[in-house]
């Protein structure tokens, strides 16, 4: 027999979810699932929600919830709106209870060592390692001989021995067997839910029209449609599974998580506008581009787009486009960014014009900020190129046409040119080897410390 899921055909506002489990901080490929949620909801107007897979109270943490909203309100995600799973255990309850008294959730009392050894026994047969359902042959009095004994069972939800059929938005047509499947556990003998259930209640729960997520969960699908159906959804979501980051090397990075974590690129200095072009472009038929803003970054990502082939990742990579965003934010953008590091006034925003293309990342305004407002230790020049050179210096007040006459003047008076002339004034008037074009830096120094930094003695 076979189970086809189609969808209702009157468009309905979508409601997507992003569900981590607070045991840690999110990563890069967690940040794929949730922007790719949060911008099909964007675009189709419709809700995003936040969900704390919370029910595994011994390593869910309330530091670990508060650090991925934090991560998310870096990338620019606002949830607009927040459940916890981990207060709303009499709904999972009830659902429960329900799929008990139908006869579908029913209580096994092997151990995992007998589970083990029957799974051996399968493989060494050449038969697939799947649940024998021997639970459902106790009688009552087994089952209560077991319990005398201090047995605590788990409580398996009996699949139906279908095919169920679902249009993958990214995957297209697909299909699972059930029959290949074992009865998947959905409480654990202390009583505690596993994943599947709390996870299809709350979508239920909460009208969710759409789960979006990784291609590892495509094997789960077809036992959440049949708990869909179990607990009386109507209209199951749809699905859409797309493909998993994957390292330069062809490698997971599963291991490599704290580098990529979202706390540790955002400390390391990366633009979250990179991170998030890398997460939701990486492996789709669009090229990884710079984006100047999330709703622009938005327009670029469609889930038809993504590739069926793994998409790889590259730290390298991410660092270049860090720096290409960087390069074309506008001061309007980084005006409170810029505020936090005290860089205000009339100077801020034509040093961020003529400083950003040079900046490796954001914090390193500071010290361009530094040789325009601040005090600097400039290399000294030769006395006879010194003394030149102020007498070369255009008069107040100084423009970006000011250096240009400067050092035409200077090359006429000491027959310098190239960087013999200008290498030596901009360590004098910065400090640095490279950096800014000096034509738009000079008049931010302003005269009486050019004057000042151009008759520094060594």
Same mark, same amino acid.
């Not at 209560?144 to 249009?167: I, Q, T, Y």
């Not at 505690?192 to 729960?205: E, F, Q, R, W």
């Not at 704290?258 to 990366?270: F, H, Y």
């Not at 002339?421 to 120094?445: D, K, M, N, Q, V």
């Given at each position: 027999?076979?189970?086809?899921?189609?969808?209702?055909? #009157?468009?309905?506002?979508?409601?997507?979810?992003?569900?981590?489990?607070?045991?840690?901080?999110? %990563?890069?490929?967690?940040?794929?699932?949730?922007?790719?949620? =949060?911008?099909?909801?964007?675009?189709?107007?419709?809700?995003?929600?936040?969900?704390?897979?919370?029910?595994?109270?011994?390593?869910? !943490?309330?530091?670990?919830?508060?650090?991925?909203?934090?991560?998310?309100?870096?990338?620019?995600?606002?949830?607009?709106?927040?459940?916890?799973?981990?207060?709303?255990?009499?709904? =999972?309850?009830?659902?429960?209870?329900?799929?008990?008294?139908?006869?579908?959730?029913?209580?096994?009392?092997?151990?995992?060592?007998?589970?083990?050894?029957?799974?051996?026994?399968?493989?060494?047969?050449?038969?697939?390692?799947?649940?024998?359902? #021997?639970?459902?042959?106790? !009688?009552?009095?087994?089952?209560?001989?077991?319990?005398?004994?201090?047995?605590?069972?788990?409580?398996?939800?009996?699949?139906?021995?279908?095919?169920?059929?679902?249009?993958?938005?990214?995957?297209?047509?697909?299909?699972?067997?059930?029959?290949?499947?074992?009865?998947?556990?959905?409480?654990?003998?202390?009583?505690?839910?596993? =994943?599947?259930?709390?996870?299809?209640?709350?979508?239920?729960?909460?009208?969710?029209?759409?789960?979006?997520?990784?291609?590892?969960?495509?094997?789960?699908?077809? /036992?959440?449609?049949?708990?869909?159906?179990?607990?009386?959804?109507?209209?199951?979501?749809?699905?859409?599974? %797309?493909?998993?980051?994957?390292?330069?090397?062809?490698?997971?990075?599963?291991?490599?998580?704290?580098?990529?974590?979202?706390?540790? $690129?955002?400390?390391?200095? /990366?633009?979250?506008?990179?991170?998030?072009?890398?997460?939701?472009?990486?492996?789709?038929?669009?090229?990884?581009?710079?984006?100047?803003?999330?709703?622009?970054?938005?327009?670029?990502?469609?889930?038809?787009?993504?590739?069926?082939?793994?998409?790889?990742?590259?730290?390298?990579?991410?660092?270049?486009?860090?720096?290409?965003?960087?390069?074309?934010?506008? =001061?309007?953008?980084?005006?409170?960014?810029?505020?936090?590091?005290?860089? /205000?006034?009339?100077?801020?925003?034509?040093?961020?014009?003529?400083?950003?293309?040079?900046?490796?990342?954001?914090?390193?305004?500071?010290?361009?900020?530094?040789?325009?407002?601040?005090?600097?230790?400039?290399?000294?020049?030769?006395?006879?190129?010194?003394?030149?050179?102020?007498?070369?210096?255009?008069?107040?007040?100084?423009?970006?046409?000011?250096?240009? $006459?400067?050092?035409?003047?200077?090359?006429?008076? !000491?027959?310098?040119?190239?960087?013999? $002339?200008?290498?030596?004034?901009?360590?004098?008037?910065?400090?640095?080897?490279?950096?800014?074009?000096?034509?738009?830096?000079?008049?931010?120094?302003?005269?009486?410390?050019?004057?000042?930094?151009?008759?520094?003695?060594?």
């Amino acid at each position: 027999m076979n189970q086809s899921v189609k969808s209702p055909a #009157a468009f309905v506002a979508p409601v997507v979810r992003f569900a981590p489990s607070p045991t840690g901080r999110i %990563h890069i490929g967690n940040a794929r699932t949730a922007l790719l949620n =949060y911008f099909f909801a964007r675009k189709h107007g419709g809700t995003f929600l936040l969900r704390f897979d919370d029910t595994d109270s011994e390593r869910s !943490t309330e530091e670990f919830a508060l650090g991925i909203e934090v991560d998310l309100a870096w990338l620019g995600v606002d949830p607009d709106g927040k459940m916890r799973q981990s207060e709303r255990f009499s709904l =999972y309850d009830a659902a429960a209870a329900k799929l008990k008294t139908a006869g579908l959730l029913y209580p096994c009392f092997e151990t995992s060592e007998e589970l083990e050894r029957k799974r051996r026994l399968q493989i060494a047969r050449g038969a697939p390692p799947v649940y024998d359902r #021997a639970a459902l042959q106790l !009688t009552e009095h087994e089952r209560a001989a077991l319990a005398a004994e201090g047995r605590k069972p788990h409580w398996r939800f009996k699949l139906s021995p279908d095919v169920v059929r679902w249009e993958d938005l990214i995957r297209g047509a697909s299909h699972i067997d059930c029959a290949s499947l074992s009865d998947p556990v959905l409480v654990r003998e202390d009583g505690s839910y596993l =994943y599947t259930l709390p996870s299809v209640v709350d979508d239920i729960d909460a009208g969710v029209t759409h789960i979006i997520r990784g291609e590892d969960h495509v094997t789960n699908t077809a /036992v959440q449609l049949q708990l869909f159906a179990a607990l009386g959804s109507a209209h199951p979501p749809q699905f859409a599974h %797309h493909n998993l980051l994957i390292g330069a090397d062809g490698q997971g990075l599963s291991k490599r998580t704290g580098a990529l974590s979202i706390a540790g $690129l955002r400390e390391a200095g /990366v633009e979250s506008l990179a991170v998030a072009a890398m997460a939701a472009l990486t492996g789709s038929s669009v090229s990884v581009q710079p984006a100047h803003s999330l709703p622009e970054l938005a327009g670029l990502v469609d889930l038809a787009s993504i590739s069926r082939n793994s998409a790889r990742f590259d730290d390298e990579e991410l660092r270049h486009l860090s720096q290409r965003v960087l390069h074309g934010l506008s =001061y309007d953008f980084v005006h409170d960014r810029l505020e936090a590091l005290e860089i /205000v006034g009339r100077k801020a925003e034509p040093l961020w014009l003529a400083a950003r293309g040079n900046l490796g990342r954001f914090s390193d305004i500071a010290t361009w900020w530094q040789v325009v407002e601040g005090e600097i230790a400039p290399q000294p020049l030769e006395p006879e190129f010194a003394a030149a050179a102020r007498a070369a210096l255009p008069p107040e007040p100084l423009d970006e046409s000011s250096w240009g $006459l400067w050092t035409q003047a200077l090359k006429q008076a !000491t027959g310098l040119k190239g960087k013999a $002339l200008f290498h030596p004034l901009r360590l004098a008037l910065t400090g640095h080897e490279s950096g800014p074009e000096l034509a738009r830096l000079l008049p931010l120094i302003g005269r009486s410390k050019v004057l000042a930094r151009i008759s520094a003695i060594g």
